[in-house]
């Protein structure tokens, strides 16, 4: 057992691991970087009003089939499919990081590079895309955003079909405070940009890029 013990050590040792991704909502996002001329600008979408978070900036992507070889692939797909841009335009294609989120989402992030950008080459999918708009990095290299906080809490309560569920502390013999909410604020990020509001998932990704960006570039 012991050399059974040595070997499962070795074998999970240095691996990038998120214990509990199969119960995650898995998605992957692509951060565009399109030069026009000199200038490096990053790519938004407008999320159509008839979907989730409608109305709402985001990156192209979505959620992570069982027919992508991985999460570079979604975002390759997912960004054809909601802006028309090929993959082949996309250049330098590299996974940032993952983003784990309260809500039990799991965002992987990749950056790619799409060289001399134009408007015209894009096929937005109505469906799923309003519009989408060019923000300079160096807006965002230059520009702190607005931090707000909200609360995140876990609640003791749950309904189960119409029928409201405790959570049984007296059961498992934990602490009775656990018989109140509880939980602890979280930061939000706000960059407002040409009346566009860039927030959420996709503020905290950019805000951590611009951060990342100022030190190492």
């Not at 001399?116 to 160096?138: A, G, H, S, W």
């Not at 189960?160 to 109140?180: A, D, M, Q, S």
């Not at 509880?182 to 990020?189: K, Q, S």
């Amino acid at each position: 057992m012991e050399r059974k013990l040595n070997e499962f050590f070795k074998e999970i040792d240095g691996k990038d691991r998120i214990i509990g991704k199969e119960k995650k909502l898995n998605y992957s996002v692509m951060v565009l970087f399109c030069k026009i001329e000199d200038e490096i600008n990053i790519l938004f979408e407008k999320r159509a009003m008839n979907i989730a978070q409608g109305g709402e900036v985001s990156f192209p992507g979505g959620k992570i089939e069982k027919e992508d070889k991985n999460c570079i692939e979604t975002a390759l797909r997912e960004t054809f499919e909601e802006v028309g841009i090929k993959k082949e335009r996309i250049t330098e294609v590299v996974h940032y990081g993952k983003l784990l989120i309260p809500t039990g989402q799991l965002i992987d992030v990749q950056f790619g590079v799409v060289e001399n950008f134009c408007y015209e080459e894009l096929k937005l999918n109505p469906d799923e895309v309003e519009k989408i708009f060019l923000v300079p990095l160096k807006f965002f290299l230059e520009t702190e955003p607005r931090i707000e906080k909200v609360m995140v809490e876990n609640r003791p309560k749950y309904l189960k079909g119409n029928e409201e569920k405790n959570f049984p502390v007296e059961e498992l013999g934990i602490p009775h405070r656990y018989e109140k909410p509880w939980g602890r604020e979280r930061e939000i990020y706000f960059y407002n940009y040409a009346g566009e509001v860039i927030w959420g998932i996709t503020g905290e990704i950019i805000y951590s890029v611009a951060k990342d960006m100022k030190k190492n570039v």
